[in-house]
């Protein structure tokens, strides 16, 4: 069983900087994708970044990309979303997920991950 923790949400200005931290315990190996995923009031899921498991392989969503900047620490069973220049438009719950990939790809889809966390919300004020 995979668990996942996500923290480092928050209340911050446009064009502020949040780093979200997930830390993640079970049985994750070489051979699972990780990601983000994010939810506005009354929006679907929506996906925002993801990597294949040694980080060889990473996507963002147009809306971040040269904004938000996924990594991962082997070695403390960490995996973070670095965003800078926030807008009042990333307002949303943040989901850490992991899913299962033994070809080394990542997803962008959330039915693609069984693994999630419990979110962390950010605010992004005007």
């Known amino acids: 069983q995979v668990q996942l923790v996500e923290s480092g949400g928050g209340l911050v200005q446009a064009g502020d900087s949040l780093r979200l931290s997930c830390a993640t315990s079970?049985?994750?190996?070489?051979?699972?994708?990780m990601g983000w995923f994010r939810q506005a009031p009354g929006k679907e899921r929506e996906f925002v970044a993801a990597?294949?498991?040694?980080?060889?392989?990473?996507e963002y969503a147009d809306s971040v990309k040269g904004r938000f900047i996924i990594s991962r620490e082997h070695a403390k069973n960490m995996l973070y979303l670095q965003m800078n220049s926030l807008k009042p438009e990333d307002t949303a719950v943040y989901y850490c997920?992991?899913?299962?990939?033994?070809?080394?790809?990542?997803?962008?889809?959330?039915?693609?991950?069984?693994?999630w966390g419990q979110g962390t919300q950010v605010t992004v004020s005007s």
């Open positions: 079970g049985r994750i190996f070489h051979s699972y994708a």
């Open positions: 997920v992991v899913g299962f990939s033994p070809e080394g790809h990542y997803y962008l889809t959330p039915d693609e991950y069984p693994y």
């Open positions: 990597m294949n498991w040694n980080g060889g392989k990473i």
